[in-house]
Nanobody
């Protein structure tokens, strides 16, 4: 069982930065793929970024060059550094965990956090 708790969301102006954190419980954090997804009310959840247990990384095209995902296994935490934020990045951001390989669809992730709101004003 893995419990995930996100933090770091908030209100920021376009062009600004935020760093999201996702703290995980459990002793096997370092064996999990960790992903970030986002969702706008009324729209489907979309993939943002993911990092594998070995450090492999995948990004959505819309965030490449602006967002950076990283993990600290000693702290059981995954981060999402978001730079050059745009109003279209406004969403609830959730982290998720799964075994084995990175997937860019949320259905493949077993554990989810509650999410944190990110609002980017123009």
């Amino acid at each position: 069982q893995v419990q995930l708790v996100e933090s770091g969301g908030g209100l920021v102006q376009a062009g600004g930065s935020l760093r999201l954190s996702c703290a995980a419980s459990g002793s096997t954090f370092d064996t999990y793929v960790m992903g970030w997804f986002r969702q706008v009310p009324g729209k489907e959840r979309t993939f943002v970024a993911a990092i594998s247990a070995s450090g492999g990384i995948t990004y959505a095209e819309s965030v490449k060059g602006r967002f950076t995902i990283s993990r600290d296994n000693a702290k059981r935490t995954v981060y999402l550094q978001m730079n050059s934020l745009k109003p279209e990045d406004t969403a609830v951001y959730s982290c998720a965990a799964r075994r084995l390989a990175i997937l860019t669809t949320g259905d493949g992730y077993r554990y989810w956090g509650q999410g944190t709101q990110v609002t980017v004003s123009s």
